[in-house]
């Protein structure tokens, strides 16, 4: 369910998963939503790509808690190679 997935960024730290729901909720049915706490951003799941994508247009720039929303299609994580911190330099 990839396509009805969506990233909001430029969230208030003070926005909370529920306040998130409320939103999305007005423009379909709601799967799930992850917060991000303390980092400007979240994800929420919609039931499908239609309703996704017709929140995706009403809220992308709407103001909520002083900040202007960010909406997109989130992308699926990249497959980054894992960081080594090597402390054997010599």
Known sequence: MQDSKLYVGNL???????KLQGLFAAHGSVVRV???EGKG?????MSS?????AAKK???GTEVDGRNLKVDKARPPS???RRSFN???Y
């Open 34 to 36: 992850n917060v991000m």
């Open 49 to 53: 790509q239609a309703e996704a994508e």
């Open 41 to 45: 951003f979240g994800f929420v799941e």
């Open 58 to 60: 009403a809220l992308d």
């Open 79 to 81: 497959d980054r190679p």
């Open 87 to 89: 402390n054997n330099r």
């Open 12 to 18: 208030s730290y003070s926005t909370s998963s529920e």
